[in-house]
């Protein structure tokens, strides 16, 4: 695509509910990165994919966080029993690799708890 | 581990004018880039300006300008000729250059406010 797609755009959800969020990243971009915005925070690192290896997931706060991707298509991350805590603006990004070209963010999924 | 700072939660500057954003990092490493990200209402992060740390020269991208102090760890954005559309938050960010698969570090933001 022509730009790094995220959806579902906002999610209000109840506690304890699990939650998927989508991001398709920009055609040809083997690197694809997940970050959490809190309200008033930076940038968190969550989780990286590189092609087929295996994922950086150093970043993860907790198992009930996991993502998903296959080859270099789509990533899902998967929020399971959902706390208040995890309200936050979910960032996705792409680059060519991890190691080069400039890195392309999309416009974020909005995830509220109730 | 990497640490970015940024020490003004928010700034507000008048239109046409020049305003400067701080930002100071924490680093071992000699290798590294910076950067400035800009985040609209849209909140799609957008590339401002980047400053690879081997580069006495700081950089420059029309009215926005840096200036890199590597011995001090600083690394300012200087917008000049504020315009309405600048308004923002902005964000420092710090990669290596020697762990290039490392991910971006980002600092807490700036929100800037331009004033008509």
């Known amino acids: 695509g022509a730009g790094v797609s995220q959806s579902p755009s906002n999610k209000v959800t109840e506690k304890g509910k699990d939650v998927e969020l989508r991001c398709d990243p920009i055609s040809g971009h083997t690197a694809l990165y997940w970050y959490r915005q809190r309200l008033g925070q930076g940038l968190e690192f969550l989780i990286y994919f590189q092609g087929n290896s295996a994922p950086d997931k150093s970043g993860l706060p907790s198992d009930r966080f996991s993502a998903e991707r296959t080859g270099e298509s789509v990533s899902t991350l998967t929020i399971q029993r959902t706390q208040q805590e995890d309200s936050a603006v979910y960032l996705c990004?792409?680059?060519?690799?991890?190691?080069?070209?400039?890195?392309?963010f999309g416009e974020g999924s909005r995830l509220t708890v109730l | 581990a990497q640490t970015v700072t940024q020490s003004q939660p928010e700034m507000s500057v008048q239109e046409a004018e020049t305003v400067t954003l701080s930002c100071t990092y924490d680093?071992?490493?000699?290798?590294?880039?910076l950067f400035w990200y800009k985040q609209p209402p849209s909140r799609q992060m957008i590339l401002v300006i980047r400053?690879?740390?081997?580069?006495?020269q700081n950089a420059t991208e029309n009215r926005f300008s840096v200036n890199f102090q590597k011995a001090a760890k600083s690394f300012s954005l200087k917008i000049s000729d504020s315009q309405l559309g600048d308004a923002a938050m902005y964000f420092c960010a710090y990669r290596s250059a020697i762990r290039g698969n490392t991910p971006l570090v980002f600092g807490k933001g700036t929100r800037l406010s331009v004033i008509a």
């Open positions: 400053q690879e740390a081997y580069k006495q």
């Open positions: 680093t071992s490493e000699s290798d590294y880039y």
């Open positions: 990004a792409s680059r060519l690799t991890v190691y080069t070209g400039e890195l392309f």
